[in-house]
């Protein structure tokens, strides 16, 4: 029976048709509303700081992917199924009156131009949506370089891996896409127009249908002989033997690589036999290829590698296995940069003399007590003043030199935490507009305290932090210029800032000015009402549009956290996970460092970033749990508090990695000749890049590759003893962080500020091993590794086992019996680790900390160990003289002098505490209620300030606050 005419489908009215236009506008714009919104918003952003290029190169790339590969895709679909309508049949017999393919077949003819058209610009836009994320593989082939360096299995250049086969490997990808769904619709419509036919035995499939699938099939199966040519690169980067090795096995290089020759030659045979067969309608010879292909790749491609693996590898893997793991420790050491690690042996055996220990002048005299992961809270308290001030959870480490001496100390910026406002203050003027800024720099020596504490009821051991900040701006000894602080980790919300006096409500800047303005250079111009509004729109605020205190001049600072900006400029950074501020040229800064990361090097080793750098420190972001094999601290970021200015430096100008990216963004990072003698000083090795490389180095430390392949001689990061758990080897507990210290090592000829960390030996705990990298300008990222020796001897206790000692030392049990009650909590300082006198010093701080919401820790005893022997006493200096003999503590930095402990600086008066207000002597009843309110919250600031209750002091401060614009707008009201 011939196929019936097409059914005539009803007509839409004029009326219809422009609702059904108006719905799927307005669905439009909801999906890409928010979308064109933050294009906007990132637009601006990339303007305030000076890199509109990297938004708009972005962009491109982007749309350009997004085109391409909606068209290729799109494209091939709707040729394909234009083809297929093309050499349709022109009669198809239906089954009966009901056949459901007649009427779908029926709609699709009415509506050709819809379907034919519609179905590939869908999937294009789908294609496109997918592949426009890809921009950084097309930059990188496109603006790729050389390496100067072979892989030792094909002779390519290392660029060869990185920068082109990731390219052809997406295209090749996208290719295979594009057949596949041209092949589907082909299916689908010839069997929609009756071209296929499964009625009847072994169903029919007219002649045009069949060339146009059998060539389809032939093309798939002919990228899928590109794919196996491009897999034999890809063998360099086997995960065969991992976690052991990465990279092309003795099963790779003898049976999977000669496989993939093979496998590529079946394929394009098989191919020609599809392409044959589509023309001489043979079905017989493209099947017999295709199987030949897939029994082929079963026994080539899959038994014989497992045949050879587990009968001639398996037995001799040691052996077979060497020159594979010779070739992952060269590219593995070269990748993670630990191909000039200095290695030196030390005895770690010493009965040292108080003598000798008072001759470390380079590590003992800065020996650090402060622990930066647990003092964010005595900071906060002691300099931090107001409520709505903070610092992050955990502090920072850097040198400065104060008075002609040079030392570590703990740094923080005093930022603006809006979160700490009490309830009474978190209106929006005064969360967006009012308290905008931190205000100063904070430094205390780290390897001194004010006074020794006796017991837990006495005062003392406090830092001694001192602020330099707009009413002091040499007050911590290191003077700052500008010390605001707009742009900060704690700086989580948007800010509105300057404008026009008299409209602006001011900026919190002391509590004797609360009238500031904002005047640098950073922030989004918001005094236009598209601007205005589209920040309405982006933070769903609408006070953003109506609100009279933004006038001329107020800008919008969003994007203030130092990594979320550095991130966003350099997108294909990644960054470390711990910024920290320094004072350069009198303006603090954020130091950020960036890494290159690759994970194609060849036969480099695999690691996780987010499990490498797992440790127990709190209070810094995490990285994420991606598989890399090769990282560079390649770029060093500052970011300026006060404007937000965002400036990158290359630390290593011939780079790989970097330079393509400077191909790709010219002018973004600047060369390292740049950088001023005063920044570099306080650069710092970065924590995370050193946490993957000791990782590393407990392995590649081993050069033998059977001694690689046996794994005895490995070695382990320590879990934190200091932690809950930590004591039990069988444990989960975070591994030990990594420590800055200002110390000198064997071999160095002063002190250096440097990151160190204690390994031990695979499954045990003594010392094995002790690793350093120097910060210092004049031998950056060098890598020392003191060595301890393996055999014979007396083995050293490592950090648990110290811990262990620590705790079951008779007198710190006593005093911890002391310190320790109900109502105090001990805590447990950083574990360090110091080589002294020939021997291994460990030095850990305890501290103590009321169970009360105003406590906070303060130092209350330090442990030594040397050698087996134990000092506890409330000062460094008594527990060294425990240790070594009396006299021997005498080296080391003891509390500061006068007996008395320090108080927190007090909060500077405000105007009206200086001075009497006048009132109106009744004749404003207004402006006297609001005098009396403000002397009233002046006595609530005094009795606070006295009593230590910061909570009471930020709770007073804004009854001050308000009673003060009380008293400023009946005064106004009043004509005074």
Not at 158 to 187: D, E, H, K, S
Not at 793 to 798: I, R, S
């Amino acid at each position: 029976m011939a196929t019936r005419p097409p059914v005539s489908l009803p007509k839409l009215s004029r009326r219809a048709r422009v609702l059904l236009i108006l719905a799927a506008a307005i669905i439009l714009l909801l999906l890409l509303g928010a979308r064109l919104l933050d294009t906007y918003v990132d637009w601006l952003w990339f303007g305030e700081v000076g890199a509109r290029e990297v938004f708009s190169t972005v962009l491109l790339t982007r749309v350009v992917l997004f085109l391409v590969t909606g068209i290729l895709v799109g494209g091939t679909l709707a040729l394909s199924l234009w083809i297929a309508y093309r050499t349709r049949p022109v009669f198809v017999p239906v089954s009966g009156a009901d056949d459901p393919l007649a009427r779908y077949r029926s709609l699709v003819v009415a509506r050709t131009r819809l379907f034919g058209i519609g179905i590939p610009v869908v999937a294009g836009l789908i294609a496109g949506a997918s592949g426009q994320g890809d921009w950084q593989i097309i930059q990188l082939y496109l603006n790729g370089t050389s390496f100067n360096r072979t892989d030792p299995q094909f002779g390519h250049d290392i660029g060869f891996y990185v920068f082109q086969l990731p390219f052809y490997g997406w295209l090749l990808g996208w290719l295979f896409v594009a057949i596949v769904v041209a092949f589907i619709g082909a299916l689908l419509a010839h069997y929609l127009f009756g071209g296929i036919r499964l009625a009847g035995r072994g169903g029919q499939i007219s002649g045009p249908a069949r060339v146009q699938l059998s060539v389809l099939i032939g093309v798939f199966v002919l990228f899928k002989a590109a794919e196996y040519f491009l897999d034999r690169y890809d063998l360099l980067l086997s995960g065969r033997n991992e976690p052991l090795f990465t990279g092309a096995t003795y099963t790779d290089l003898n049976a999977v690589l000669p496989a993939k020759l093979i496998l590529l030659s079946i394929s394009i045979l098989c191919a020609i036999a599809f392409f044959v067969g589509a023309f001489l309608r043979n079905i017989q010879l493209p099947a017999i290829a295709l199987v030949l292909l897939i029994l082929s790749g079963i026994i080539i491609g899959v038994a014989w590698p497992a045949v050879l693996e587990q009968f001639s590898v398996r037995p001799n893997a040691n052996e077979k296995e060497a020159e594979s793991i010779s070739r992952n420790m060269e590219a593995t050491r070269l990748a993670y940069g630990l191909d000039d690690v200095q290695y030196q042996d030390y005895s770690g055996a010493s009965e040292a003399s108080p003598a000798e220990v008072r001759n470390e002048q380079g590590t003992i005299p800065n020996i650090r007590l402060l622990d930066p992961n647990v003092l964010s809270p005595t900071f906060t308290q002691r300099v931090g003043r107001e409520n709505f001030y903070g610092f992050p959870d955990k502090l920072d480490i850097d040198r400065y030199t104060v008075d002609g001496e040079r030392q570590a100390y703990i740094v923080a910026a005093k930022e603006i935490n809006t979160n700490g406002l009490r309830e009474n203050q978190q209106t929006w003027i005064n969360r967006h507009l009012v308290y905008t800024h931190g205000n100063g720099f904070v430094a205390a020596p780290a390897n001194t305290i004010d006074r020794a504490l006796e017991d837990a009821n006495s005062d003392g051991g406090y830092p001694l932090a001192r602020t330099s900040d707009t009413q002091n701006p040499q007050g911590a000894g290191i003077k700052v210029e500008e010390p605001r602080v707009y742009f900060g980790e704690l700086a989580t919300d948007y800010a509105i800032v300057g404008g026009q006096e008299g409209q602006a409500p001011g900026e919190y800047d002391t509590a004797t000015d609360r009238s500031y303005l904002y005047n640098g250079r950073g922030g989004v111009p918001i005094d236009n009402w598209l601007n205005r509004l589209v920040f309405a729109a982006q933070y769903g605020e609408r006070n953003i549009l109506f609100s009279d205190a933004i006038s001329d001049g107020s800008k919008i600072m969003y994007n203030r956290d130092p990594r979320d900006r550095v991130e966003k400029i350099a997108p294909w950074l990644t960054v470390d996970g711990d910024p920290y501020p320094a004072v350069i040229d009198g303006r603090i800064k954020w130091i950020v460092d960036g890494y290159t990361t690759l994970n194609n090097y060849p036969y480099a080793q695999r690691t996780s970033l987010g499990t490498a750098t797992q440790d127990s420190l709190t209070g810094v972001a995490r990285q994420e749990d991606n598989r890399i094999n090769y990282i560079r601290n390649s770029v060093k970021a500052t970011v300026d508090a006060f404007d937000g200015t965002v400036t990158l430096y290359s630390m290593d100008d011939n780079e790989p990695v970097l330079k393509a990216w400077r191909n790709v963004f010219p002018g973004i990072v600047k060369p390292s000749s740049e950088v001023t003698p005063e920044l570099r000083e306080h650069f710092r090795y970065p924590e995370d890049i050193f946490k993957v490389q000791r990782e590393l180095l407990t392995k590649y430390h081993v050069r033998n590759p059977q001694e690689f392949y046996s794994t005895q001689t490995f070695w382990n990061v320590p879990q934190d003893p200091t932690q809950e758990g930590g004591l039990d080897p069988n444990s989960d507990t975070a591994k030990q962080p990594a420590y800055y210290l200002l110390a000198q090592a064997p071999g160095q000829n002063d002190p250096r500020f440097q990151l160190t960390s204690a390994l031990t030996p695979l499954a045990r705990q003594y010392l094995a091993a002790w690793a350093t990298v120097s910060s210092d300008p004049e031998d950056y990222g060098r890598i020392t590794v003191l060595r301890l020796p393996t055999g014979g001897g007396q083995q050293l206790e490592g950090p648990v086992q110290v811990q262990n000692a620590f705790q079951s030392n008779p007198k710190f049990t006593q005093d911890r019996t002391l310190l320790g009650n109900q109502s105090v909590d001990i805590i447990y300082g950083n574990l360090l680790t110091l080589p002294v006198a020939g021997g291994f010093l460990y030095v850990e701080p305890v501290y103590i900390q009321q169970r009360n919401a105003q406590s906070y820790p303060q130092l209350a005893r330090v442990l030594v160990s040397f050698g087996g022997r134990i000092g506890v006493a409330s000062t460094l200096n008594g527990a060294l003289d425990e240790v070594f003999g009396e006299g021997s503590g005498d080296a080391a930095t003891g509390p500061a002098q006068g007996g008395t402990p320090e108080q927190p600086e007090e909060t500077s008066p405000p105007p009206t505490q200086q001075q009497q207000l006048p009132d109106s002597g009744g004749a404003n009843p207004e402006l006297d209620q609001a005098v009396a309110d403000i002397q009233t919250a002046l006595e609530k600031l005094r009795a606070a300030q006295r009593s230590g209750d910061f909570n009471a002091q930020g709770e007073a401060l804004a009854e001050l606050d308000a009673a003060a614009q009380r008293y400023e707008q009946a005064q106004n009201a009043g004509g005074g």
